[in-house]
């Protein structure tokens, strides 16, 4: 396990902070900030996390997205530098990887929160025992419904797998700065890629 790349316990803390104090406060100004960040240095794991709001719904979509934000904010914390800005490339390959180890890892029959694979764990301890915690609290407290966690909880890892990757230099990313191809920005009643289900125009186009 490369220590330079691993989220350790005082950046996962720290973003959770945060976050709870920008739900506490409702403050949409920063909220919409980090967003719009998001969206500008993350398009493809933008749009990555908001992809199963076609097949499951807003609510689920919206959940995807805050899981997936959350970990980009903990590898953010962590990491001095602008993170790698991640591809389609790296989150394909990513969930091939999370894909084959939890079927190795055989985790169907187990709590959806236990859903995940101990090898690939051990990459980022910190942040997996983190969203453990987070997802049955939120399941236990019924913030969300048990079908809503079993969804969301392989692109989390999807996510975290490619992070790791892009900062170990297995997988590389994009580094932030050059030219790539980004996302193309959706069109004014197109729906907005952050996943709220609104029309861009009502969401993050509204500050664009």
């Known amino acids: 396990m490369t220590e330079a790349v691993v989220v350790d316990p005082e950046a996962v803390e720290r973003t959770i902070s945060s976050c709870t104090r920008l739900d506490q406060r409702g403050d949409r100004k920063a909220m ?4 719009q960040r998001l969206q500008k240095e993350q398009p493809f794991l933008l749009q990555y996390a908001a992809q199963v709001r076609t097949e499951h719904g807003d609510a ?3 959940a995807s997205v805050f899981y997936a934000t959350l ?3 903990m590898f953010d914390r962590r990491h001095e530098a602008t993170l790698p800005r ?3 490339k790296n989150l394909a390959d990513a969930e ?3 894909t084959g180890a939890l079927e190795t890892a055989a985790v169907a029959d187990k709590p959806v929160h236990e859903r995940y694979s101990p090898a690939l764990a051990r990459t980022q301890p910190h942040v997996y025992a983190k969203l453990v915690e987070l997802l049955e609290e939120d399941v236990k407290e019924k913030a969300m419904t048990e079908d809503t966690a079993a ?3 392989k692109p989390t890892q999807v996510v975290i797998e ?4 892009a900062l170990a230099g297995t997988r590389p990313g994009e580094r932030q700065g050059t030219i790539v191809n980004e996302a193309p920005k959706p069109g004014r009643n197109d729906p907005c890629p952050c996943g709220s ?4 125009k009502k969401c993050h186009g509204a500050a664009a």
Do not use: M
Request: charged share 15%; aromatic share 14%; hydrophobic share 60%.
């Open 197 to 200: 289900g609104k029309k861009y």
């Open 32 to 35: 919409n900030k980090l967003a």
């Open 96 to 98: 091939a990887i999370v």
């Open 71 to 73: 970990v980009w904010s």
């Open 60 to 62: 689920v979509g919206e």
């Open 151 to 153: 969804v969301i909880f």
């Open 162 to 165: 490619a992070f790791h990757a």
């Open 86 to 88: 991640l591809t389609a």
